[in-house]
Nanobody
Framework: QVQLVESGGGLVQPGGSLRLSCAASGSIFGINAMGWYRQVPGKQRDMVATITNGGSANYADSVKGRFTISRDNAKDTVYLQMNSLHPEDTAVYYC?????????????WGQGTQVTVSS
């Protein structure tokens, strides 16, 4: 009923920038919080940044000052602007959203997009 589709991932050099987008579609009544998470092979999935429907953002310590999360509620889309990228930022980035479908609030994930930071 709900799909989250990420885009914008790819290969970038250290110090470079990348902008990720995630668009939600389907039988959406409304969306509460949205966020970005990342996972490296062999490790758990960690929160990168979240944003409430009112625009309040929260960031992992490792990305503060470098990443910016934003959203366009009219488009059901969340963005992650990533600047000053480090090789340690290399991961699969997943979009997450708490979505109202009818009268039910559910948690949804995108399929992920690969971000590789390397020379």
């Amino acid at each position: 009923q709900v799909q989250l589709v990420e885009s914008g991932g790819g290969l970038v050099q250290p110090g470079g920038s990348l902008r990720l987008s995630c668009a939600a579609s389907g039988s959406i009544f409304g969306i509460n919080a949205m966020g970005w998470y990342r996972q490296v092979p062999g490790k758990q999935r960690d929160m990168v940044a979240t944003i409430t429907n009112g625009g309040s953002a929260n960031y992992a310590d490792s990305v503060k000052g470098r990443f910016t999360i934003s959203r366009d509620n009219a488009k059901d889309t969340v963005y992650l602007q990533m600047n000053s990228l480090h090789p340690e930022d290399t991961a699969v980035y997943y979009c997450n959203a708490a979505v109202w479908v009818g009268v039910r609030l559910g948690n949804y994930w995108g399929q992920g997009t690969q971000v590789t930071v390397s020379s």
